[in-house]
């Protein structure tokens, strides 16, 4: 599969790049008669380096188009799939599908059905654990619906205790493809999808799930 640099991860490449180049030059220039010091500080910044660049991977991803389907917005694990109330928007009983997104998964969110954005909100709030229940209602967050040709489907990027930032890139009135992405959120956080009651569901919790590929649920 190919990967590429996600663009939310440029700024922090390259201030790692900038600092791990001044730490290298120090301890060279204070060390020089410890050359060990200085092969172990380039190591610690190819480390660093590493990790970053594998936290902000962004695969290559081609999505089968199914206008019968919810795909995952996100790679990671299904923590919660139950039926609950949807208060903010629908105002109406769903189907919640809960996904978990650690450190180390892919932090891209996509779009899990094609239709058009009619609710877009951002949210500021806690920091709670991702896989903690009232992260769902407490945390920073953003609630997204989008009308598509079989119904509502109305999803959260919610931030956890380490994830600090969440992005998106989709307006009310925008035209959401199935699969394309509509955001990021650094470091680990959690998804939660809301749909029909009449869907019927593909996962069940504990399962690995992959964003823009595996489907959650269809719509009956």
């Known amino acids: 599969m190919a990967y590429r640099l996600h663009r939310e991860g440029v700024p922090t490449l390259s201030w790692t790049l900038v600092f791990g180049l001044i730490i290298a030059l120090m301890s060279s220039f204070f060390y020089s008669k410890f050359p060990y010091v200085t092969y172990a500080a380039i190591f610690l910044v190819l480390i660093v380096l590493g990790l970053v660049l594998q936290f902000f991977r962004n ?32 105002k109406t009983g769903c189907i919640k599908i809960s996904v978990f997104m650690s450190p180390f998964d ?8 094609s239709g058009s954005i009619t609710y877009f909100q951002y949210h500021p ?16 967050r953003t609630t997204i619906c989008i009308k598509a040709a079989k119904g509502d489907v109305l999803f959260r990027q919610i931030a956890g205790a380490l994830a600090r930032r969440i992005v998106w890139y989709c307006n009310v ?12 959120i650094k470091f680990g956080s959690r998804v939660d999808v809301f749909l029909p009651l009449s869907c019927r569901v593909c996962v069940k919790p504990g399962d690995r799930i992959t964003g823009g590929i595996t489907t959650l649920a269809f719509f009956e």
């Open 173 to 184: 009135g925008d035209l959401a493809i199935q699969g394309n992405e509509m955001g990021f």
């Open 125 to 140: 709030g806690k920091f709670l654990a991702a896989w903690e229940p009232k992260s769902s209602s407490d945390n920073e």
């Open 59 to 90: 695969p290559v991803r081609k999505t089968v188009l199914n206008e019968n389907a919810i795909i995952s917005p996100a790679d990671g694990k299904v923590v919660v799939v139950e039926k609950t109330e949807e208060p903010e928007f629908l």
């Open 106 to 113: 892919v932090h891209v969110n996509r779009y899990p059905v």
